[in-house]
């Protein structure tokens, strides 16, 4: 049996996302530990994927060239801006237990965006990148005192089926914990590389990874665009972006969502309030 295989047979999903589990089985840390990522199906139900899909092909139809091949939405916004179904997967409750425990029990959010991909190469190319080495303090991936540790974790949300074949999501498995830099010359995803595992599945899936794994984006050749959200977490201290959010834009968040939104800090009680920290 493949780990694909695996993999399907273990977490064949709840039908539904009402179905939801306080925190990951050990068939899936098992697979996360092991893999690097793990896929979690139904993570979305099909009303949020009606809702999502409405309000990104407003986004599109606003900001993208019809004739473009792909296109990023990055760094004029983030997809908070998009709308409550778009800040409520912040805390997915189909999806919280996972990041609970893969970075921690204050999970902070990163920085997220959105690519749609047509045909051919994702915005940033057919190239590999990341990997457990050499070491990157801001994506390690480690195991201490019993528990998983991602410096950075990523929710990878099909908008749109991604069937075999089609291209999409490629993974290294295991590469998380490489003891050797991945070999430049195997980086290019243009031509089958036996190393690199696609990892399909239908719309409302999740592709949970590691930075630390060693991925990239598959080119693409489904017959529908390729819609993905990328919602990024880092345990509470630690910033991969440069950018942090501000949460009063947004008055409709909860308490834990606007918790999530905090600066990087280690969560001390006396600490200043989001808005009134001292430049030093
Ligand atoms: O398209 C993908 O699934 C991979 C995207 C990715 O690796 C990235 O945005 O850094």
């Known amino acids: 049996m493949t780990t694909a295989t695996l993999q399907e047979s273990i977490t ?3 039908s539904t996302v009402s179905a939801v589990r306080s925190e990951m089985t050990p068939e899936e840390r098992y697979l996360f530990d092991l893999q690097g990522y793990l ?41 908070l801006g998009w709308g409550k179904p778009y800040r ?20 902070r959010f990163d920085h997220d965006y959105a690519d749609i991909i047509r045909t051919g190469h994702s915005p940033i190319g057919a190239t590999l ?25 990523v929710v990878a949300y099909n908008l749109h089926d991604v069937h075999p074949g089609d ?23 243009d031509h089958r590389n036996p190393c690199v595992t696609p990892v399909t599945g239908p719309a409302g899936t999740a592709i949970l990874f ?22 990024k977490y880092s345990p ?14 947004y008055p409709d968040l ?15 009680g006396h600490r200043p309030k989001p808005g009134e920290a001292t430049l030093l």
């Open 254 to 268: 909860t308490e834990r969502q606007r918790a999530m939104l905090e600066a990087p800090n280690a969560r001390y």
């Open 39 to 79: 896929v979690v199906p139904n993570a979305l139900s099909a009303d949020q994927l009606r809702v999502l899909n409405a309000i990104m092909d407003e986004r599109i139809a606003a900001e993208v060239d019809p004739e473009s091949t792909q296109h990023r939405f990055f760094g004029t916004g983030s997809l």
């Open 129 to 153: 990148h990341g990997g457990g080495a050499p070491y990157d303090e801001s994506c390690y991936y480690t195991h201490r005192d019993g528990r998983i540790r991602c410096g950075l974790m």
């Open 12 to 14: 064949s999903a709840p």
């Open 210 to 231: 590691s930075e630390a794994m060693t991925h990239g984006a598959l080119p693409w050749h489904g017959k529908q665009e390729r819609r993905t959200l990328f919602y």
């Open 88 to 107: 409520d997967l912040l805390d997915n409750p189909r999806i919280l237990p996972h990041v609970m425990e893969l970075v921690g029990p204050n999970p």
């Open 167 to 189: 291209g999409g999501f490629g993974a290294v498995p295991g590469s998380h914990k490489a003891n050797y830099p991945f070999p430049q010359q195997w980086k290019g995803l």
């Open 236 to 249: 509470a201290a630690i910033s991969w972006s440069a950018n942090y959010y501000d949460a009063s834009k």
